[in-house]
C-alpha cells in the first residue's frame, strides 16, 4: 500500500496532544439509517451524536436508485464537512450508512482511503460497510487473500471483510457477509448496506454496542441511543450478541448466524467511552458512573475539602463521591471549552506548558484546600502528574487522586487505540509505586469488584466467567489475539 | 466604506445559531505583554484563554526593530489560525498586542477590516491598538472626522480613536491617546503599543476588566487573569478605572489622565461574561456565581428531585443552589462538546431540531424527576423553552427554572450585544408572563439586591449610586449613549 | 463503484470550454526514471513537459528503501501540485513514475480514484503502473474479474491490468505484467515499476509512442521526447512496438512476450497531440506539420492576402503554407495567453462571447484582407464557426480555411476522446456541405495521401496495408473495438 | 505600515522567476464600465484581456443604489478570482470599476491592501480609484499628509491621490480630484468612481494608455483596445493627455483641468507592454512590432538559415525580420502553455534548469543552423545566455541576436517595474561588450531612430524635442523623479 497523499485534506495533519495520550481512545463509531427522505442528513447528525467515539475523519454513502451509490469520506469532525447543503444534496437517497474514526496507533500516517465506510462492487451489486471493533486475525487474512489475488486499497483491518465478501460464493450480499464474517475473528459491530437493504451484525460476544431504533416507518441502526435522541428516533432495542439483522423496507429480519457464546461486553464503554447520556443495556451510562463515584467513596474514603472532578469525564463519578462523602462537589479545574484537537503549540519553548492550553486551576477555590481529584483512568500517567503540578501550584494543601477503574494494565485488541503494554503505568508499578511516581498524597482506584458493582452486578466480577470484557484491567482475552500474538506480544500466564 | 471580500477568509461565514441569540455576547477581548522572546506567542495563547470574549476574528501585532510592524487578522478561532509555526515567524519581536472579537449586531457583513488591532502610521511612528468596549459618540466622532479629511477603513467605532491620535497635535504617542481618548465617551479597556512601549488604559467608570501580570522581567495587559494562568504569569494589580500606564522596557509608568468618577464594573462579567476559573475585584468568578445559587436557593425555594444546571454557564450557580437546598445536583443535560460555531444545519426540514445538536437529555437521569433548571440568564427566551421541551419530552414531572441573574430588560451599549429592546423577554413581560410564556412550573429570578449581595455587597444595591453598571437590568445608563439616543432609543424616565 | 468525493479537490469542478469541444482529446502521458537522487523531482519536470497529454489531473509514485512506496494524486497541473517542496518531500527515492491525464469521455465526474499511477501489493511486493491508451475489451474483463472477487477502485479501464497481475500465477512482476496484457486488447504505453525495476511496455501495435532516454548512470522513460530534453537526458531510441524494457539498476533487459503485428503508430500523433519540439520515429513534429502545410499549400492553392494560423496549433502548417504559397504569413488572430482551463463565463448574458474570452482578431491587420486561416482539425465545427464570425466582423473581405488534417469521421478507441461519431462534422457531411454549413468562402482538408506524404510515406498512403492508424480518418480499426462493438457501435462496412 | 497577512491568499506567495527578471514589467492595467446591467461582469472580461499588465492581484469595485459600494481585491489572475457566479453576484449595479497589478519591486511582500481600487469615504459620499503611472513625488505628499493627520493602509504611492482628496475644500468628486491631482507628479492615467459617475484622466504626458469605448448606451474606459474587444464595445477615441472625462448616466463631459505640456507617451508600450491586438494611436501594435523586424532587417542585417523569435513577444519583430531579409521564419523555440509564473522549482538541484521549464529548442530544426533570434529587449540578459546555451546545446551552427528595441540603460519611475540601473546590462557595457557578455555570434540593438520610424515618424527622433517618452533607453526623464533623487539617483548630466 503506497502511502497516499491524495487531497488537501490530507495535507493536513491532525496532530494528537501529548497529553491526549492519557487516554484510551475508543476507534469507532457507527451509524445507518433506511425509509426516511435524505437519510444522509440524518446520518450526518447520528454520526455528530458519536463524533466522541472517533474524531479523526468520517465517512457517509447512500443510495438512490435514479444516483446509485455515492459516497464522501473526509478528515476533520462531522460539523465541518458533512453540513454544507452543497455537500449533501451529493448523497442522495433514502438509505444511507455512515462511519466517523479514530486513526490506528500503528498506522504511518492518516490516509483518506482508511476511511470508512468501505465499498464493493459484486457482481449482484454494490454493498458498504461501516465496522466498529477489530479483527484480530486481520493480518493472516490479509496474507491470504493477497496470495489469491485481491488487492487491498488500505491499511484498515476492515477492509477484509469486504474482499472475504468478494470471494464468496453465496447468491445474495447478506449471506455473503455470513460467509465473510464467519472467518474474522474479534470484535465487530457492522452497520452494512445494498441498494435496498440496512444491515446490522454484532460479534458473538458483542464486544461493542449496537442498537436499534425507530423513526416514523423507518429504521435506524446506531453504537449508542444518543444519537437516536438526536435525530428524535425512539430506542427499540440492543442488536444482540452475534445476531444479524436485515431490514428491507418496513421488515426486520433477525438471525443468529454465529456459534453462541457467553457475552462479553465491553466494561470500558461504561466507563468512558460511551456517552453519560446514552443507555447501555438499560442503565444509564452517567447513572454507572455516578454509582462508581459512590463505590470509590465506600472504598477509599478520605477527609478533603472538596471533591474535584478532572473535567469532563471525571465529572458523573466527582459528584458520586461528593454524595456519599458528604463532601462538597467543586470546579476546582476548568476547561477550555475552545480547545480543539488540532491546536499545535506555538514554540519549542512555550510547549512544556502543555495541559494548561486546556485546563486552568480554579486558583482562588483551591487555594489552602485538601482536594480530591477524580478522574476517569490512568494511562500512561502523564497528564495526572501535571495536573497535580497545577493544583499544587495553586497553593492546594493536600492531592488525593481517586480513579473510577481500576489499575489499566493491558493493551485492549478489540476497537481501542492503547499504548504498548510497556507504556501503561500500572502494568509497571504497583498502586504504591503509582502514587510516589504521580507524587500525590494519596491515590487509590477502584477495584474491579467495586466497577462490577457499579455496573450493577451486585455480586461483583464472577471470576470464573466473567460477565464483561475486562481484559485492559485483568490481561484475560476473550479471544486470541492472534496477530498480535504472532508478533511477539505475550499474553497472560493462565493462573 | 465598502462592503469587502479581501480574502477566501471572509468568503466563509461565521453562523451563529438560533439558540445562541438567546445570551448577551461580550465583544472583545484584549492582551498584550512585553518583554519576552517571540512575544506574540504568548499573545496567541492569551487571546486562546480569551476566546469565550469574541469568537468572530482575532488578529496579533508585532514589532521587531529589524522587521517593523507585522501584523496578523484572521477570522475564525485562535487555535485554528494563530498555531501554526510558519505563521508565527512572521510576526518577530519582543512586544506585542492581541484582539478576539464578536462582530457588532449591527455590521451587514463580517470583514477582515473590521477586525483588531488597528493601526495607525503617525509622524513619530506607528501604533497599534486593541479595545475592548464600545464608544458611544462613534457615530459624531466620524462624521466630524471625515468632513476634516479622515479616511476610515473599517465600520468599527474603535477606529475613531486611532484617527484623533493622528490629529493630535501632542508629540509622543501615549500623549496623543490621552488626547484622543478625552473627546471618547462610552467603555474603553485598551491594550496599545507603539515601537517601544506597551500601553493599557481604561474609561473612568472602569466598565470593562483590565489587569496587569508580569511574566519574568516582562509584563503582561489582559483582560482577564485566566489569561495570565496560561502564559504562567503573575497577577499584579487591576488597571484602575481612569488610570493610564506606559510601560516601557522594566518600567511602568501609572497616570489618570480623566476626570475622576466613582467607578461602574459590569455586574454581568460576574454573572456570565467572564470565566469562572478568573479573579475579578479579588473575588473568584466562580465563588460568585456559586453564591449566586445559594442566594437564588434562599430567595425561590422549590420541592423538587434533581437540580440541574444548563450547561456550561449555569453549573456553578446549580452547585450553589445544590448546596443550599440539599436537593442533589446532577447533570440532566449533556452537551455535546464537538459542537461548533459553524455547524449549518443539513436542511430545512431538520432544521427545527436546534438546540439538539448542542445538548441532549439525560433521559434515564430526568424520567418521572421534579427538575430544578439552574440557567444565568434569559434574553429572548427560546432555548429556555427548547430546553423545557426536551426536558418534558424526557418524561420529567415538574420543571422548574432559576435564573443566576435577574431580569435582562434594557440592551448594553457599552460593547455587548444585545437584541433590540422590544426582543428582549423581561422588556415586554412580567416574571409570571414569562412564566406561562415558557410554560414551566416555576421560574424565579434572583432579585437585584441578591446579585449585589452574591458579589460581596452585604448591604445590596446603593440605589442613591449603585456600585456597578447593572443598566442592562435596572435602565440607569452611568454615560447616554448618544449615538443611540440620536437614532430614537428612548431612555428610562427618571424616577 | 461509489460517485466519491473524498477531497477537497474533487470539490472544485474543471470545466472543458464549449470551444475546447472542438479539439480532439489525448487522454495521457507517461513518464518514469530511475537511477537518480529524487527521482520523484524529475518526474515532476517530465510530466509538467507532457502536460498537453493530460491536463485534469496527474500522479506521482516513488520507491525508497526505507520508506516505502509512496503516492501523490492530486487535480489540476503538474505546477500547481508538484512543486512544493513539502510535498515533493513525501515522494523519496531513487525511482519514481508518473502519469498526466485527461478525464474520459463517459465518466460521470471527475474522482481521485481515478487517477493514476495505480498501485497493487502482491505477495512478492507492490508494482504501480501509468498507461497511455485504452483497453478495447476492458469491460469484459472486468466483469470477468468481478465475477471471480476482484474489488475494483476506480472507473478506469487500466486497473484490469493490476488485477489480472494479482491474479496471475508467475513468480515475478515482470511475468505477471506480460500475463496480463497477453489478455489485454488495444492499446497501451505502459511505465511500470516495483521496488528495483522501471518497466516499460507497447502494445503489438505502438500506437501509441513511448521513449527510452538516459541522464546519467540513470534511464528514463517517457511518452515524448520533449520531456527527455526538460530534464536534459539523452533520447536513446523509441521502445519498439510489442517490446518489453526492463530496467533493474544500469541494466536494460528487452524482450517481446507477445504475438508480432504490423505496426500501425497513431497518425494524429503527428498531426495535433505530440508537442512540435518532439521527435518520432526520427522526424521532427514540428518539421512534419510544416511540410502538412506544404502539402497543403499545393493541393488547395487560393488567392489571399494574409495566411493566418488559428493559436496555437495550426501555426506550423500556416508558416508552411505561407512558404509554399508565397502569401505573407501574419498573426491575425491573438491568443490570451492569461486563459486556463478554469475560466467560467462569469453570468448567461455573457456565455455567448465565448471564444473571445481566448482570442482576439488582430482588427487592424484584417480589415479588407483575403484571409486563409489554418487549423490542424475541424471536429465539431464549432469553434470553426465562431472564429470565422470573428474574422468577418474585424472586416475581412473572404475567409478561406485551409485543414492540416483530412475529415475526422470516425471515433478513436485508442486513448482518445472524441465525440461519438454521429457530432463529428465530417461523419454526416461532404466537405462542401461543411464549406456551407461554415459559410465560409472556401474549405480544404489536406488529403489522406498528402498526410502520408508529409510524415514521409513518399508514396502515401498503403490501402492494402496502411503504415499508420489513421481510423478517425479512414474507420479502418486495426484492434475491433469490442466493447464499444458490444454496445452497438457499427463499424464500417467492408469494402 | 504593519506588513500584515489578513488572508489566506496572501499566505501563498507570487514568486517571479530568475528568467522573469529579464523583463521590463507594466505595473498596472484599468478598467471601468458604466450603464450596463452587471457591469462588474464586464470589468472582469476586461481586467482579463489586460491581465498581461499585471498578474500579481487584482480588484473590482462597484456599486449599487440598494447595496452601495462593494469590494473584491485578490491576488492571482483574474480567471481563478472574478468567474464564480456566487462571487459576482456580491458585485451589483451598473457602475463599476477594476485594477489589475503587478507588484512594485521596493514592497517587502505582497498585501492585499495595496491592491486597488483604493476606496475613500467623503462628506458628499464614496469614491474609488484605479491608477495606472507612478506618482514621483508620494513621498513627499505622503509625509505631508501623515504630518497633518491622515492614516495611510497601504504603502502604495497611489494613496495618496484618496488622501489629498479627503482633504480637498471642493463640493463634489470630480473637482476634489482634480485638486488632488494638480499635487502630484509623475505619470497616472486613471479611472475612478462615485456612486453616479464615472471618471477616466490622463495625466498631461499621457505617458500610458487610456481609451474611451461604448457598448450599448453605455461607455467604457480601458487601458488598451483590446479589452474593449472582449466585451464587444466599439473604441471611441483615446482619452487625450491631460483630459479628464466624466461621465454621468449617458453624456461624457470633458475638460482639460491640468497646465498643458507637449505629450510624451510611453514607447515601450508600443515595443512590449501592450498586446499586440491592440490599436494605440491608431496604429495595430502588431504591425509596429512587425516593422521593427523590418527595420532591424535593414539595420543589422546577417547570413543565416533561420529567423526565430524569443516566445511570444519576439515573434512579430521576428516575422518582419524573415519578411524583409527573405530568410525563413520557424519556431526555433518552443514555449511550454501551461507554464505559470507561480511554478517553483521543486528543488536546489534541479533550479538551475531554470528556463528550460518554460522553453525548449526545437532541436531538429535548429541542429547545424545559423539561427537569427529575435527578442524585444536585453535587460539583465539573464534569459539571453540560457536561451544562446540552449541552441548551442541544440547544435546550432551560429547565434545571432537581433533585438526589437534600443539598449535598455535607465530605470523607468512612471509605473513600469525595471531593476536598478546598475542591474541593467546596458548601463555597463557597450554592444560589444554585451555581444562578448552573451557569447554570441552577433548582437545587435535597433536604433533609437530605427525605433521612431518604425512607430511612424518617418524622420525619426526629434531630439531637441522627443515625439515619445524613450527614458529607459536615452536617460532624458520628461519629469523630474524627484523622490528617487532624494534617495540619491543620479540623472543623466545634460549634453
Known amino acids: 500500500m503506497p502511502n497516499s497523499s491524495s487531497s488537501l485534506s490530507s495535507a493536513k495533519p491532525f496532530f494528537a496532544h501529548p497529553f491526549d495520550d492519557d487516554k484510551l481512545k475508543e476507534e469507532c463509531g457507527v451509524f445507518g439509517v433506511t425509509g426516511v427522505t435524505d437519510a444522509a442528513n440524518f446520518v450526518a447528525l447520528g454520526l455528530h451524536a458519536l463524533q466522541h467515539r472517533g474524531q479523526e475523519a468520517g465517512g457517509i454513502v447512500s443510495y438512490h436508485p435514479d444516483h446509485d451509490f455515492n459516497s464522501v469520506r473526509r478528515f476533520g469532525y462531522v460539523r465541518d464537512n458533512f453540513t454544507k447543503q452543497s455537500l449533501m444534496e451529493t448523497l442522495p437517497g433514502s438509505l444511507s450508512i455512515g462511519h466517523v474514526r479514530y486513526s490506528t496507533a500503528g498506522s504511518k500516517a492518516a490516509a483518506i482511503r482508511d476511511v470508512q465506510p468501505f465499498f464493493g462492487e459484486f457482481s449482484m451489486g454494490g454493498a458498504a460497510i461501516a465496522h466498529n471493533g477489530n479483527i484480530t486475525n486481520a493480518d493472516a487474512l490479509r ?9 487491498f486499497q488500505s491499511s484498515s483491518d476492515s477492509e477484509c471483510i469486504i474482499h472475504l465478501m468478494a470471494r464468496s460464493l453465496q447468491r445474495n450480499i447478506p449471506e455473503r457477509m455470513e460467509d465473510a464474517l464467519r472467518r474474522v475473528e474479534g470484535a465487530f459491530s457492522i452497520v ?12 458473538p460476544l458483542g464486544v461493542r454496542p449496537l442498537v436499534l431504533g425507530q423513526i416514523g416507518e423507518g429504521w435506524v441502526l446506531s453504537s449508542e441511543t444518543c444519537a437516536l ?5 425512539t430506542y427499540v432495542r440492543e442488536i444482540e450478541p452475534g445476531e444479524m439483522v436485515v431490514i428491507t423496507g418496513e421488515k426486520v429480519e433477525s438471525s443468529f448466524p454465529f456459534r453462541r457464546q457467553k457475552p462479553r461486553f465491553c466494561i470500558f ?3 468512558y467511552f460511551s456517552r453519560p447520556d446514552s443507555i447501555i443495556g438499560g442503565r444509564s451510562v452517567y447513572e454507572t458512573r455516578r454509582q462508581i463515584g459512590v463505590e470509590l467513596a465506600r472504598e477509599a474514603p478520605v477527609e478533603a475539602d472538596l471533591v474535584c472532578p478532572v473535567p469532563d469525564s471525571g465529572t458523573p463519578a466527582a459528584i458520586g463521591f461528593s454524595q456519599e462523602s458528604g ?3 467543586a470546579m476546582g479545574i476548568i476547561r477550555n471549552q475552545y480547545m480543539g484537537r488540532t491546536f499545535i503549540e506555538p514554540t519549542e519553548s512555550i510547549r512544556n506548558m502543555g495541559v494548561r492550553l486546556k485546563l486552568n486551576v480554579n486558583r482562588a477555590l483551591i487555594q489552602g484546600k485538601r482536594v480530591i481529584l477524580v478522574d476517569d483512568s490512568v494511562v500512561r500517567g502523564t497528564t495526572s502528574r501535571k495536573i497535580k503540578e497545577m493544583i499544587l501550584d495553586a497553593g492546594a494543601a493536600e492531592v488525593h487522586f481517586r480513579i473510577a477503574s481500576p489499575p489499566t494494565a493491558w493493551p485492549c485488541f478489540y476497537g481501542v487505540d492503547t499504548p504498548q503494554r510497556e507504556k501503561l503505568l500500572a502494568a509497571t508499578m504497583s498502586e504504591e509505586e503509582m502514587r510516589e511516581h504521580l507524587a500525590v498524597d494519596s491515590l487509590k482506584f477502584i477495584s474491579l469488584d467495586g466497577l462490577y458493582r457499579a455496573v450493577g452486578e451486585a455480586e461483583g466480577r464472577n471470576k470464573s466467567c466473567p460477565q464483561y470484557c475486562d481484559a485492559c484491567f485483568s490481561g484475560e482475552y476473550p479471544v486470541v489475539p492472534a496477530d498480535m500474538v504472532s508478533k511477539g506480544f505475550e499474553m497472560k500466564a493462565a493462573e
Do not use: Q, W
Not at 192 to 203: E, F, P, Q
Not at 229 to 233: E, F, M, Q, T, V
Open 269 to 271: 464503554e461504561h466507563v
Open 229 to 233: 435522541d438526536i435525530i428524535g428516533a
Open 327 to 329: 463532601i462538597p462537589y
Open 143 to 151: 496474507r491470504e487473500l493477497i496470495e489469491r489475488g485481491s488487492i
Open 192 to 203: 452494512a448496506m445494498t441498494r435496498t437493504k440496512l444491515i446490522g451484525v454484532r460479534d
